[in-house]
């Protein structure tokens, strides 16, 4: 609970710098970049605090990976 | 047009080669020397060396269109749809390495120097420090690698001369042990992580002052970027000896704590720590500021800087993701990663030449 607190609280702290300068000036494409993206953080951070399994991106590198490095570990054995 | 500073070449000179020692002091001797052992010291040259040539290709394809950033020739070179789609994909590349250096950072302090401190804090400090750099602009931070720069000379030099008391030459007998296969084994993560990531600094090449000094301005600081690299690995083969240095995960820490001189010179670790601190500080806000510039660029926004909060917030978020502990971590460093940077950041230059090339022979043969 006091996780998901603080991912508000710092949410609301980001907003509150720098969502007015943009809305004075009518800047909307701006607006909406700045939104998706910290929705995006967002939401892996709530989905982190309530401990839901979120994939790791590097484990698909790693698959991705894989074979070349285990043909380059026998080959440079 | 998202950035209006200028650099000047020397400024350009000094943010290279602090990029390029970035967070490799602390990791690389070990990922190499757990490959190539005693004779780590050849996998660097031969690191420098493929990496010059690599730091070649890049300045190769920057100066085809010095008014453009690397995100802006893409769309150039590709056309505007697939150019915007593979733009917006390389942007991952440094996101999901800024990502790692967070990481670093606050595994490192946390495993050598706050063993208490949750890394997540660390992080987030660090990362605080990064967004207000990057928010105060190229210009801003580029003067503060001139100011680090003597700092960062002085400090090296300080744990170079007080070990050369310990340093024992045998060590690095017998050289080529097991043949030159595990040499070449551990060059690559010697190429990759100090040379390769160095691609993307084709972002920051239209805003240096002197067009015509880039290449060799890049060449200079990789190559003294390279040789600090390479007197790191030799110093810590010669002083901790080549097992130690594979087995323990920071080096280059081990050795500054080996640092004692008449027994009154001691412990002063944490003050060479302040070394990669700044060099892993560098290379972070220079990783960050490209992604914000990259993304505001992709976008067509008015400027980066409201990007900054979000994605500083969405790097921290990431950073326990992308790798679940530090064996984990470490591993990936070692086995996986290299291949990876080869892919994003060597293939994918040459791949955007060769298209230029193909695109120019076509557009050109009607006219002969």
Known sequence: MLSIMGILVIVTVIIAI?????WRKKLKKELWAFSILLLFGTVLGLAQALKLKIPNPLDWVIAVYKPLSDMVDIWLK | MPENGKISIRQFTILVMLVTIGDSILILPSISSSFAKQDTWISGIIGLLVGLIAVYIFSALGNLYPKLTLIQAIQKILGKWFGTLVAALFLLFPLITIVTF????????TTEMMAETPTLAIQILFTCIVIFAVRLG??????TGEIFLPCIILLFLLLVIFLIPQAEFEKLLPILENGIKPVIHGSFSFIAYPFLELVVFLMIFPYINQV??????????????????????VISILVL???ETARTIYPSYSLARRISIG??????????????????????TFYFYVFNLGLAQLLKLKGYRMLTLPTGFLIIVLSPIISPNITYYNNLLAEYLPYYDVTCYLLFPVFLLVIHFIKNRFKSSPDT
Do not use: H, N, Y
């Open chain 1, 18 to 22: 720098d969502v007015p300068p943009l």
């Open chain 2, 102 to 109: 967070t990481r670093e950072m606050g595994d490192f302090i």
């Open chain 2, 138 to 143: 190229l210009e801003v931070f580029a003067r």
């Open chain 2, 212 to 233: 015509r000094l880039i290449r060799k301005g890049f060449l200079q600081g990789a190559l003294l970027g390279g040789l600090v690299l390479i007197i790191l690995v």
């Open chain 2, 241 to 243: 000896g080549a097992d």
């Open chain 2, 263 to 284: 027994l009154f010179f001691e412990r002063v670790e944490a003050m060479v720590a302040l070394l990669w601190m700044l060099t892993i500080f560098m290379k972070s």
